[in-house]
């Protein structure tokens, strides 16, 4: 069971950077996808999440408007397109399974696994040049 968030990069503050979560192991199509973020020296921030179906998404207030979460059960992919990026922004991103997003980018465990942390890919780093 693996994940691994790709994407990442340099970009100029304003510009867009799309990232993308692939499985590979397993099927997401049942899971709550998650996006997170940690910069350094920071705690970790819940970014965004959607259903399993993608119907239903949630976003944290500093990415609301800016950032879209999306998914492809049947390219078993999860995609985070991000739009007038800011330096703020800069973080390395992961994605991982069944966390819910509040708006203050907190966030909660519901999946059902043993050890109660669902799977998290490795992350990639995006980086907001002033």
């Known amino acids: 069971v693996q994940l691994q968030a790709f994407g990442g990069g340099l970009v100029q503050s304003g510009g867009s950077r799309t990232l993308s979560c692939a499985a590979c192991?397993?099927?997401?199509?049942?899971?709550?996808m998650s996006w997170f973020r940690q910069a350094p020296g920071k705690a970790r921030e819940g970014v965004s999440c959607i259903s399993s179906n993608g119907n239903t998404t949630y976003y944290s207030d500093s990415v609301k408007g800016r950032f879209t979460i999306s998914r492809d059960n049947a390219k078993n992919t999860v995609s985070l397109q991000m739009h007038n990026l800011k330096p703020e922004d800069t973080a390395v991103y992961y994605c991982a399974t069944d966390y819910l997003i509040t708006e203050d980018g907190s966030y909660l465990y519901i999946g059902d696994d043993n050890a109660g942390k669902g799977s998290w890919g490795r992350g990639t780093q995006v980086t907001v040049s002033s």
């Open positions: 192991g397993f099927s997401l199509e049942n899971y709550v």
